[in-house]
């Protein structure tokens, strides 16, 4: 099993940007695919960032491709995203999920999940 917890969210301005962090314990980390997902008011989980284990393939959803980056260290058991040019739609709880099997694009991809963190964008 693996523990993630999520931090670095907060309040930005839009144009802003924000480093969110995903903290991961338990099992070896670089076991596992990681990604980051978010969920605005009244509505589904949306599939933001993947990354594969060793970090050499990433995915991007379309809202956010040449704005959000995803990276992670193995040794520091973090995986990272980037948001740039943030936009008040990007207002969301954002999570970080990891499964050891699957890289994917949707929730059902991914078996351990995080609180999530809360990002607020004003215009």
């Known amino acids: 099993q693996v523990q993630l917890v999520e931090s670095g969210g907060g309040l930005v301005q839009a144009g802003g940007s924000l480093r969110l962090s995903c903290a991961a314990s338990?099992?070896?980390?670089?076991?596992?695919?990681m990604a980051w997902f978010r969920q605005p008011p009244g509505k589904a989980r949306e599939f933001i960032a993947a990354?594969?284990?060793?970090?050499?393939?990433?995915s991007y959803g379309d809202s956010v491709k040449g704005r959000f980056t995803i990276s992670r260290d193995n040794a520091k058991n973090t995986v990272y995203l980037q948001m740039n040019s943030l936009k008040p739609e990007d207002t969301a709880v954002y999570y970080c999920?990891?499964?050891?099997?699957?890289?994917?694009?949707?929730?059902?991809?991914?078996?351990?999940w995080g609180q999530g963190t809360q990002v607020t964008v004003s215009s």
């Open positions: 990354i594969s284990r060793s970090g050499g393939r990433t």
């Open positions: 999920a990891a499964d050891d099997y699957r890289l994917g694009r949707v929730t059902e991809s991914y078996r351990y």
């Open positions: 338990g099992r070896t980390f670089s076991s596992y695919h």
